[in-house]
């Protein structure tokens, strides 16, 4: 996180309007919410579970069994049959 001082960003009556609650101490403005990037989508961590899903589900509908890709992609028969399972839900 970059530290800016609020002389060099700040109108001088915004700066005088906080001059009253704080001073000299740092303080944290957090982004509104509708610019924060969702979980993942930075980081590409959305993205790389999506497909990962897809490919379970492809490779269900395929004919693999639950423990062929307990095997293949590391994960619990619960998680496998989770993906599954919800992927069948949105298809309805």
Do not use: C
């Not at 960003?9 to 957090?30: N, T």
């Not at 590409?44 to 293949?72: C, F, H, P, T, V």
């Amino acid at each position: 996180m970059n530290y800016k001082n609020g002389r060099d960003v700040l109108p001088p009556s915004l700066l005088s309007e906080l001059q009253k609650y704080i001073q000299g101490e740092l303080i944290y403005i957090p982004k509104p919410a509708s610019k924060r990037a969702g979980w993942g989508e930075l980081s590409g961590a959305r993205k790389w579970l999506a497909e990962r899903n897809r490919q379970i589900i492809q490779d269900y509908m395929s004919g693999r069994s639950i423990a062929e890709l307990e095997r293949k992609f590391h994960l619990s028969a619960q998680s496998i049959r989770k993906i599954v399972g919800k992927s069948r839900r949105t298809a309805k």
